[in-house]
């Protein structure tokens, strides 16, 4: 099973930006679906980004063009790329493998991001 590792958590101020990477333990090149999801306290567990190998994404609804999923398969890593955020975004932002159909995705631990206004 693929391990995952996020990073790049942090706290910011409203407007800022930050940029999650997530690394993972094995090559990405055939893993069909990456990407993110995030849970607040009291939350129930929201999509907010994924990638296919052929780079197709796709974005949570609340996202309106703030966030960019990418993908580099040589380093076996998946970004995401958060601009003009919000304290609503504030939550654990957790990453996600789907190797394929037949297998359960496997998750990282999380990374915190807190968006202060």
């Known amino acids: 099973q693929v391990q995952l590792v996020e990073s790049g958590g942090g706290l910011v101020q409203l407007g800022g930006s930050l940029r999650l990477s997530c690394a993972a333990s094995?090559?990405?090149?055939?893993?069909?679906?990456m990407g993110w999801y995030r849970q607040a306290p009291g939350q129930l567990r929201e999509l907010v980004a994924t990638i296919t190998p052929n780079r197709g994404t796709n974005y949570g609804n609340f996202v309106q063009g703030r966030f960019t999923i990418t993908r580099d398969d040589a380093l076996n890593t998946v970004w995401l790329q958060m601009n003009n955020l919000k304290p609503e975004d504030t939550a654990v932002y957790l990453c996600f493998a789907r190797p394929s159909m037949m297998n359960s995705p496997s998750w990282g631990r999380g990374t915190q991001v807190t968006v202060s206004s």
């Open positions: 094995t090559s990405i090149s055939s893993i069909i679906l």
